[in-house]
């Protein structure tokens, strides 16, 4: 008996759609000023600043020079990344790269 099969679920929510967690989808949700976001395009974690245009504003975490990126392409950033761009920045400073 206890090497039975696992019974299927009924009634499971279906696959949730992966465009629309990148925030390709028509109706995608702008993220609030402050967020942590990673721009899918160039790979980079950065903090919206503000929009201008059709686009989001994006500083480096740390600081640095702004760029914009299409909404689009913009995702929430994961924890786990957020981390990373953390430790990333404190290395730099600990070296005396950045201010």
Same mark, same amino acid.
């Given at each position: 008996?206890? *090497?039975?099969? $696992?019974?299927?679920? @009924?009634? %499971?929510? $279906?696959? +949730?759609? =992966?465009?629309?967690? =990148?925030?390709?989808?028509? #109706?995608? &949700?702008?993220?609030?000023?402050?967020? !942590?976001?990673? *721009? @899918? +395009? @160039?790979?980079?974690?950065?903090?919206?600043?503000? !929009?201008? #245009?059709?686009?989001?504003?994006? +500083?480096? !975490?740390? #600081?640095? +020079?702004?760029?914009?990126?299409?909404? #689009? %392409? &913009?995702?929430?950033? @994961?924890?786990?990344?957020?981390?990373? %761009? %953390?430790?990333? !920045?404190?290395?730099?400073?600990? =070296?005396?790269? &950045?201010?």
């Amino acid at each position: 008996m206890g *090497d039975a099969l $696992p019974a299927r679920r @009924t009634g %499971a929510a $279906p696959p +949730r759609d =992966r465009a629309a967690d =990148r925030g390709d989808g028509g #109706g995608a &949700v702008k993220p609030p000023v402050g967020a !942590y976001v990673v *721009d @899918t +395009r @160039t790979e980079r974690i950065g903090i919206v600043m503000g !929009y201008e #245009g059709p686009y989001v504003q994006l +500083r480096p !975490y740390g #600081g640095g +020079r702004e760029w914009d990126a299409d909404p #689009g %392409a &913009v995702r929430q950033a @994961t924890s786990a990344e957020r981390l990373r %761009a %953390a430790t990333a !920045y404190a290395n730099a400073r600990s =070296r005396g790269e &950045v201010p």
